[in-house]
């Protein structure tokens, strides 16, 4: 059973650049074929999706949110990142990492943190 | 970037009743790349349905789908308890962004 894991700071300052780490168990993200991605969801609402990276470190971000955006990939650790700029109260949010499979979709999910800008 | 509309916004049913949920996409969506996930208070979503009809690993045979080009349907043949969530359906294509439609909640 594949396992993602979230972590990092829950409350982050307006203005603050927002910092979260994936960390991928029984699977090794220097693998092909997955789309390492995140997706947030604010209190109340449905899912966004935020972007993706691959084990090259190609990324794809939303246009909604790319100017801000930042994804990195770590294989020696087995982590993949995001970093979200100039945060306002509107990126408070549930933010989940998950591993996209090609044809699969979104099949494994971390938990979940909760980011609050505040 | 394509919208995904999901109707109705609340369903409510009793157990052993049928379930049909729709998404409908603003343009023309891959059957290849439509998913629909459930989601539980406080948890994260579950892949119940990839490629519009494949159901994931271990989602019993009861949760189908269904559909082409701007129309699906997520069918639950008799509901069981457990199964009252929400509901998102998600395009995937091979163009990003992916997005999500805003929910069904199955009360």
């Known amino acids: 059973q594949k396992q993602l894991q979230e972590s990092g700071p829950g409350l982050v300052k307006p203005s603050q650049t927002l910092s979260l780490i994936c960390t991928v168990a029984?699977?090794?993200?220097?693998?092909?074929?997955?789309?390492w991605t995140w997706v947030r969801q604010q209190p109340g609402k449905g899912l966004e999706w935020i972007g993706h990276i691959y084990h090259t470190g190609s990324t794809y971000y939303n246009p909604s949110l790319k100017s801000r955006l930042s994804m990195s990939i770590d294989t020696s650790k087995n982590q993949f990142s995001l970093k979200v700029t100039s945060v306002t109260v509107a990126d408070t949010a549930i933010y989940f990492c998950?591993?996209?499979?090609?044809?699969?979709?979104?099949?494994?999910w971390g938990r979940g943190t909760l980011v609050t800008v505040s | 970037e394509i919208v995904l509309t999901q109707s109705p916004g609340t369903l409510s049913l009793s157990p052993g009743e049928r379930a049909t949920l729709s998404c409908k996409a603003s343009q023309n969506v891959s059957s290849s790349y439509l998913a629909w996930f459930q989601q539980k208070p406080g948890q994260a979503p579950r892949l119940l349905i990839y490629?519009?009809?494949n159901r994931a690993t271990d989602i019993p045979d009861r949760f189908s789908g269904s559909g082409s080009g701007t129309d699906f349907t997520l069918t639950i043949s008799r509901l069981e308890p457990e199964d009252f969530a929400v509901f998102y359906c998600?395009?995937?294509?091979?163009?990003?962004?992916?997005?999500f439609g805003q929910g069904t909640k199955l009360e």
């Open positions: 490629g519009t009809s």
């Open positions: 998600h395009q995937y294509g091979s163009s990003p962004p992916y997005t």
């Open positions: 998950a591993r996209r499979g090609w044809l699969r979709g979104l099949d494994y």
């Open positions: 029984d699977a090794s993200i220097s693998n092909g074929g997955y789309y």
